[in-house]
């Protein structure tokens, strides 16, 4: 059987990645996730690669690990699935741990007009513009890139719960706040973007497998939303945004098939991350030709058997019906997830490579 690809994202069957949450690299390996695990320039460099070499000595025989022996000027966490940084440039305060991601606190501000310039005057970016300076200081470049989140995602941090009041009692009002943060996150990418060529590893590693960087919009509150909420307010942005292609939506919330409809309205929806229990067969009845990278339950992953965790791949993947537009991932598992169930997900989706290569 001849399967299509898509033409910026090339043709690697199958591609599959994991992260582990904070909790796990700091019981198993003693990395703390303080202030300085993401603006030390030294430490930045040396616990990036003490990452890498850890995924290597478990899944390096899976691909994981590739940049073990290479102290990497990673302007962000690339490893992490956290999205803070744009909260705290817009007057968010943010807390750091030792064993957690960091913690966006709601600022309950007014719905008032977001103030571009002073984003980019704030002490959160001044801190990242620094960083930058030291570790091109010494390696004469940086790489990787930094979580930018989502207009909803950062709404809520900025508003609260109240958005939601907002969006049906004032909704021109909205329109215009979404405008500004998005204004925000554009002029954020551009930045991040030439100096990188990346924007989006730190949303999902999954899409360093792929040919061209994808710009992928973090919707994880629009499971708080209708599908008409979504096309009046937000829909409008991801079609704008997907003139840059490769575009992609990371949806990690459990009901990404209601959306499917809607979804379909976007001109170039190349990269759709969907979220465990989404409809897989609805989802691609209406996006026959996007990638789906499919996210597996960590918690569900801790509990399942050996036998479970196969049958489970092997129906979403097949599901999906196009091995050069699926990908499977497992994101945020924490230390009850143990080796043996990791080795079980990387295995079974090599059996299916090589399934798939005999039809």
Not at 91 to 108: M, N, T
Not at 189 to 202: D, K, P, R, Y
Not at 252 to 276: E, Q, T
Request: charged letters at 25%; glycine letters at 6%.
């Amino acid at each position: 059987m001849t399967y299509k690809s898509n033409s910026l994202l090339g043709k690697e069957m199958l591609p599959v990645d994991i992260v582990l949450l904070p909790e796990w690299w700091n019981k198993n390996e003693g990395i703390t996730f303080d202030h300085d695990f993401f603006y030390h320039p030294l430490k930045r460099v040396e616990e990036e690669q003490h990452m890498e070499k850890v995924l290597y000595e478990r899944w390096g025989k899976f691909g994981m690990g590739q940049h073990k022996d290479q102290a990497r000027p990673e302007i962000g966490a690339v490893h992490l699935a956290a999205g803070y940084l744009l909260s705290e440039m817009m007057g968010c305060e943010v807390r750091y741990s030792e064993a957690h991601p960091p913690q966006v606190l709601a600022a309950h501000q007014e719905l008032t007009t977001i103030n571009i310039e002073q984003a980019f005057k704030s002490a959160a970016f001044q801190q990242v513009e620094h960083l930058i300076a030291s570790l091109k200081n010494k390696f004469g470049y940086v790489t990787g890139d930094i979580n930018w989140g989502g207009i909803l995602n950062i709404a809520m941090d900025l508003r609260g719960e109240d958005i939601f009041m907002d969006m049906m009692l004032t909704p021109d009002e909205v329109k215009d706040y979404f405008n500004g943060i998005a204004a925000v996150i554009e002029r954020f990418n551009s930045f991040m973007q030439a100096l990188t060529g990346s924007t989006s590893i730190s949303v999902n590693r999954g899409v360093r497998h792929l040919q061209q960087p994808v710009l992928l919009h973090s919707e994880c509150s629009h499971t708080m939303i209708s599908s008409e909420d979504y096309e009046e307010f937000l829909l409008p942005f991801d079609q704008k945004w997907s003139s840059k292609r490769p575009f992609g939506i990371h949806y990690c919330g459990p009901d990404p098939h209601r959306m499917a409809s809607s979804f379909a309205k976007i001109p170039h929806l190349d990269y759709l991350d969907l979220g465990w229990g989404g409809d897989v067969k609805i989802l691609r009845e209406h996006l026959p030709d996007t990638f789906f990278n499919i996210r597996l339950s960590p918690i569900e992953l801790a509990k399942q058997s050996h036998l479970e965790i196969r049958e489970t791949i092997s129906r979403l993947v097949h599901e999906s019906g196009n091995p050069y537009l699926t990908g499977v991932c497992c994101i945020n598992m924490d230390d009850s997830v143990s080796d043996d169930k990791i080795n079980v997900l990387f295995e079974t989706v090599e059996e299916l490579k090589k399934d798939y290569q005999i039809i």
